[in-house]
């Protein structure tokens, strides 16, 4: 993993300052994420936070008759593992990898430490946890109010924001997964999507042809989500909170 | 100074200790919270956080054409206005009064400055925020999947669990509101329940007549959401006082 990147190219990392950042970073380990790599089991205590540099884990819920639902996606912007310093070590939750990658990952009891330091890293991660609730929210609202289409549109957005090129791998089934429906239901969508010239859909892949027109198709929850997350990160990557004291 | 056995219906305040009990509740307000009052608008800013000792606030997601749908819902077990310690200051979410109450108050600067002191007000005000997470993406999961009368008794048996008695004053309008759905579907649903002697309905008042057979009848997600709260918040005695 000679070429990766820094941690600077995770924006909650690469918003820290002096000292604080010097100290974080020698805790970091660089570590790659392969797809479907599962971060942490839902009921299982997080071993350590996992800071994203490139690739897309999937936060799923899943449900006693194994049936899930993807409640948020983070990439690069944020960090999974919030239960660390939220409290109660575990979540209802599946982290897993859905698009390969690497991150910087810190144990659970150095992210605490940092944590209850106070200063801009707390600020950042907190700020981080608001832009999550923000997402989940609008997600819980997107599945009971708009079309599958639209909620496809959402989806493809949000990822490609997460991925360096315009092209996903992806099954139908996964998908469906992410989604919670089924796949001939994803199938139909993507189908409706690429009759629009939007998307191409071949073997599994999903290459995104004019990203404009999919962000006009996707209902307002992607939009709402990017602006209330930059939002967030960005006035705590600004101001640094209230300070290390 | 607000009366110490008002301050403790809230399970968050029964929690603290002394040195934050002394700083905290002189500082404290108590406010009328009327049906349908709006705490907050999505997108206000935030002046008070609210600490309900037994209404029921309702957290609502206000889609761009005015559709709305609940994403949680709070009572004695927590409190309304995480934006003002997570950061934002603004909600993009609406916070509206679903069963009247009261509730005690605190202002912005108060809440800020005993949060900063990295103590027991920190860490059980963010334990409260992550179990609130966990009601929220369990909503987002139940939408998904379940049935309206599975949700509707989820629904019920969540309000039940923050008021003192087994009756709720709704309409079917109200609850197609909360829920996201069309009232249509809450009235079938609402006859079903009734149908299988669960609730009785009329005139705007659902009462509860057999709470074992609603948490039958209800989809995992109304247990699952209680014992992570429990879990999350072993302090507070959330729910050792409830009915049955």
């Known amino acids: 993993m000679s070429d990766q990147k820094s941690p600077q190219h995770n924006a909650l990392l690469g918003a820290l300052r002096g000292e604080e950042r010097t100290h974080l970073f020698a805790q970091l380990e660089a570590v790659p994420l392969t797809l479907g790599q599962i971060l942490c089991e839902a009921g299982e205590p997080f071993t350590h936070a996992y800071f994203p540099v490139e690739g897309i884990v999937s936060i799923l819920y899943v449900m006693e008759n194994a049936a899930s639902a993807e409640i948020a996606v983070v990439g690069n912007e944020g960090m999974i593992g919030v239960a660390l310093f939220m409290g109660g070590q575990s979540t209802l939750s599946r982290s897993i990898v859905q698009n390969a990658g690497y991150a910087y990952r810190m144990s659970g009891q150095h992210i605490q430490q940092a944590f209850n330091r106070g200063g801009r890293f707390q600020t950042l991660l907190l700020h981080f946890v608001h832009a999550l609730i923000t997402q989940m929210v609008q997600t819980a609202a997107c599945n009971r109010h708009h079309s599958v289409d639209q909620q496809l549109c959402r989806w493809l957005l949000m990822s490609l924001d997460r991925l360096p090129s315009n092209q996903l791998r992806m099954t139908q089934k996964l998908i469906g997964n992410m989604l919670g429906i089924e796949s001939k239901g994803v199938t139909a969508a993507a189908f409706v999507l690429e009759k629009a010239g939007l998307i191409t859909f071949d073997n599994g892949h999903i290459t995104v042809v004019d990203r404009a027109g999919l962000e006009a198709r996707s209902c307002e929850c992607y939009n709402v989500v990017k602006k209330e997350c930059d939002r967030l990160i960005q006035s705590a990557a600004s101001d640094g909170g209230p300070g290390p004291n | 100074m607000p009366d110490i056995s008002q301050t403790q219906q809230n399970h968050l305040f029964r929690a603290m200790p002394a040195d934050v009990r002394e700083r905290v509740f002189p500082q404290l307000e108590l406010v009328r919270m009327p049906l349908g009052h709006v705490l907050y608008e999505s997108g206000s800013m935030l002046r008070h956080v609210y600490f309900p000792t037994?209404?029921?606030?309702?957290?609502?997601?206000?889609?761009?054409?005015?559709?709305?749908?609940?994403?949680?819902?709070?009572?004695?077990?927590?409190?309304?206005?995480?934006?003002?310690?997570?950061?934002?200051?603004?909600?993009?979410?609406?916070?509206?009064?679903?069963?009247?109450?009261?509730?005690?108050?605190?202002?912005?600067?108060?809440?800020?400055?005993?949060?900063?002191?990295?103590?027991?007000?920190?860490?059980?005000?963010?334990?409260?925020?992550?179990?609130?997470?966990?009601?929220?993406?369990?909503?987002?999961?139940?939408?998904?999947?379940?049935?309206?009368?599975?949700?509707?008794?989820?629904?019920?048996?969540?309000s039940l669990d923050r008021l003192t008695s087994n009756k709720l004053n709704m309409t079917q309008e109200l609850i197609a509101n909360m829920l996201g759905v069309r009232r249509e579907g809450v009235t079938d649903a609402a006859g079903k329940l009734q149908a299988q002697g669960l609730i009785r309905y009329s005139r705007g008042r659902i009462t509860v007549l057999d709470r074992p057979g609603l948490e039958a009848a209800c989809c995992e997600c109304y247990v699952v959401v209680k014992r992570e709260f429990d879990r999350l918040l072993p302090d507070t005695s959330w729910n050792k006082n409830r009915l049955n």
Request: with cysteine.
């Open chain 2, 54 to 158: 037994d209404c029921i606030i309702s957290l609502l997601y206000v889609m761009e054409n005015g559709a709305s749908a609940e994403i949680a819902i709070v009572g004695n077990e927590g409190m309304v206005g995480i934006a003002l310690f997570m950061g934002g200051e603004t909600t993009p979410n609406r916070a509206v009064v679903q069963s009247a109450g009261l509730a005690f108050r605190l202002e912005d600067s108060y809440l800020k400055a005993e949060f900063a002191r990295s103590g027991f007000f920190q860490n059980i005000l963010l334990r409260y925020t992550q179990a609130l997470l966990t009601q929220m993406s369990q909503t987002a999961v139940c939408n998904r999947h379940h049935s309206i009368e599975q949700q509707l008794s989820r629904w019920l048996l969540l």
